[in-house]
Each structure stands twice: as structure tokens, then as C-alpha cells.
């Protein structure tokens, strides 16, 4: 059973830069995994954000940037804004299957 | 622009049924792989099955649930049988970039399940 693991919740103030990790029961996690990484809101679907570690999407805002850090996905997030309080979520690829870390609560305070 | 809707989500005996639908427009369907991911009440997100050059399934729902597509209708479904308590669940679908399905884009809005007696 794998098992992707996110910090269960962080805490930033607006303005400031935090940094999300995505870790894999299996080991260090490369380029290979395909780090995606997604965005939910209370009420809404998710929304993507960021692909194969580090690409971005036409709608993911520049303050969000993906890498791989200390043998983790990682997520950043440079000047941060009220309305980037939510809940991300990564997800790893294993070969024929997939699996979501359990989600941090990012809080904006 | 890009729209996934899902639908054919509502309550259901434990043992029983269900089939989900979900109506593609916007790119061309059967050129991706769908994935249909699910969050039960107040948890994260869990994979549940991906079409594209294969068919793949975890093994909480290898063996009861079913993906498959018709291309011709834009539309991706999900075949639920043998329902217990722990599938209840908001049920997305959602698009990857190919048919080997290495990152998601877009997603649906969501269709609820609940299993209960």
C-alpha cells in the first residue's frame, strides 16, 4: 500500500512564502512520478495547478511554482494572498495507478 | 471551452447499483484519458479508475467498478456495483493531457453517492 504524505495543515501570512511538500512511502520522489499538484476550495471541485513537478498551467497564477526538494514535490507559493487559503493536494503516479498525498490546509492568517 | 459534467450520482442500498455519467465537450474526447476521482464527506481525494490506453483501477474498487467510454456520444461512465457504506462519495471526473494520462487539467463539478440503507 502506498502512501503519499502531505503536512497536514501550514500556516502563512499575506505577503509571505510557504513551501508545500508531497512525500512517497516508496522513496525519493523524481521528475518520473509526475508531481501534479491541485488546488480545492471549500464547496468546489479542485482545480490544477501545477504538472510534472514543476510545469504551470494557462491559469495558475505566477506566485505558485513547483520543484523538487529534498527528495520530495514540492509547492511554493511567493507573496501570498487571502484568497490562496484552500486545501492542495498532490498526486504521485506509480505506474497503472495513482495516488493522492491526504491534503494540507494551507490558512492565511 | 473545455466543460465535463457528471451526472447519475444519488442514494443507493449497500449491495446495489449505480452508473455515472460524464458529458465531455470542448476538445476532443476520445484523443485523452479520463480519470474519475472521488472525496467522501470531509476527507481527501481518492483515485478510483483511469481510461485512456488502459483501463486502471485501485484495489479498493478492482472488481465492482467498471470505466469505460463512448466516444461517439463524448461521454465517460462509471459502472458501480457491490456499494458499501465507504464508497459514498462526491464522484469527479477528470481529463489528462493523452491517452497515458501524465497530468490532469480540467475537472468536473461533481455527482454524490451515497450508500445507506
Known amino acids: 500500500q502506498t502512501v503519499v504524505t502531505q503536512e497536514p495543515s501550514l500556516t502563512v501570512s499575506p505577503g509571505g512564502t510557504v513551501t508545500l511538500t508531497c512525500a512517497s512511502s516508496?522513496?525519493?520522489?523524481?521528475?518520473?512520478?509526475?508531481p501534479n499538484w491541485f488546488q480545492q476550495k471549500p464547496g468546489q471541485a479542485p482545480r490544477a495547478l501545477i504538472y510534472?513537478?514543476?510545469n504551470k498551467h494557462s491559469w495558475t497564477p505566477a506566485r505558485f511554482s513547483g520543484s523538487l526538494l529534498g527528495g520530495k514535490a514540492a509547492l511554493t507559493l511567493s507573496g501570498v494572498q487571502p484568497e490562496d487559503e484552500a486545501e492542495y493536494y498532490c498526486?504521485?503516479?506509480?505506474?497503472?495507478?495513482?495516488?493522492f498525498g491526504g491534503g494540507t490546509k494551507l490558512t492565511v492568517l | 471551452q473545455v466543460q465535463l459534467v457528471e451526472s447519475g450520482g444519488g442514494v443507493v442500498q449497500p449491495g446495489g447499483s449505480l452508473r455515472l455519467s460524464c458529458a465531455a465537450s470542448?476538445?476532443?474526447?476520445?484523443?485523452?484519458?479520463m480519470h474519475w476521482v472521488r472525496q467522501a464527506p470531509g476527507k481527501g481525494l481518492e483515485w478510483v479508475a483511469f481510461?485512456?490506453?488502459?483501463?486502471y483501477y485501485p484495489d479498493s474498487v478492482k472488481g465492482r467498478f467498471t470505466i469505460s467510454r463512448d466516444n461517439s456520444k463524448n461521454t465517460l461512465y462509471l459502472q458501480m456495483n457491490s456499494l458499501r457504506a465507504e464508497d459514498t462519495a462526491v464522484y469527479y471526473c477528470?481529463?489528462?493531457?493523452?491517452?497515458?494520462?501524465?497530468?490532469?487539467?480540467?475537472w468536473g463539478q461533481g455527482t454524490l453517492v451515497t450508500v445507506s440503507s
Open positions: 477528470a481529463k489528462t493531457n493523452g491517452a497515458s494520462g501524465t497530468f490532469t487539467d480540467y
Open positions: 470542448g476538445f476532443t474526447f476520445s484523443s485523452y484519458g
Open positions: 481510461d485512456g490506453t488502459n483501463k
Open positions: 516508496t522513496g525519493v520522489v523524481t521528475s518520473g512520478y509526475y
Open positions: 510534472i513537478t514543476s
Open positions: 498526486l504521485l503516479y506509480y505506474g497503472g495507478s495513482w495516488v
